[in-house]
């Protein structure tokens, strides 16, 4: 059976009157242990980011505020998926081709990745990607 593109994470969401609290651990709700975080905000709705796949790297992507469309691509087979609740995230495994576009302007987007920075785990070019995976 050829593996699901999309991999949805859904972490608690404890709301009260004094807003609303989400959590995840490392190697439990995320599927890896986490050496590295960033996130990425005051994008323009226009923007678009991504464009690259990973030898190594796995990913949980989180709109922790605002929304973002999320596209998967495997060489065989794409698919996308809409972050818009600070609970709800998504797993990103290597060897995927991913984009992120249609933000809206408030978007926080929290990422969760499993190896530390190292350009040459990048995948940049997409025909490269094509005659990695097939
Ligand atoms: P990049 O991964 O290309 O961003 P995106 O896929 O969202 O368009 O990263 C943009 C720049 O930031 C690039 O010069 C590499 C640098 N960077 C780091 O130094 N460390 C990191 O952990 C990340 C994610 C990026």
Avoid at 15 to 43: H, T
Avoid at 54 to 79: M, R
Wanted: aromatic residues 12%; hydrophobic residues 35%.
């Amino acid at each position: 059976m050829t593996p699901k593109l999309i991999n949805k994470i859904e972490l608690p969401l404890i709301g009260n009157e004094n807003g609303d609290l989400s959590f995840c651990e490392s190697g439990k709700s995320i599927p890896f242990e986490i050496k590295r975080v960033f996130y990425i905000s005051n994008v323009r709705k226009d923007d678009k980011r991504g464009f690259h796949a990973h030898h190594k790297t796995k990913q949980v992507l989180f709109c922790i505020q605002g929304s973002a469309l999320i596209k998967f691509d495997d060489g065989k087979n794409k698919d996308e998926i809409l972050l818009d609740k600070q609970n709800i995230g998504v797993l990103i495994d290597s060897k995927v081709w991913h984009s992120m576009e249609n933000f809206s302007e408030d978007l926080i987007m929290l990422v969760l990745a499993s190896e530390y920075y190292d350009e040459s785990d990048y995948i940049r070019n997409y025909q490269d990607f094509l005659d990695f995976v097939n």
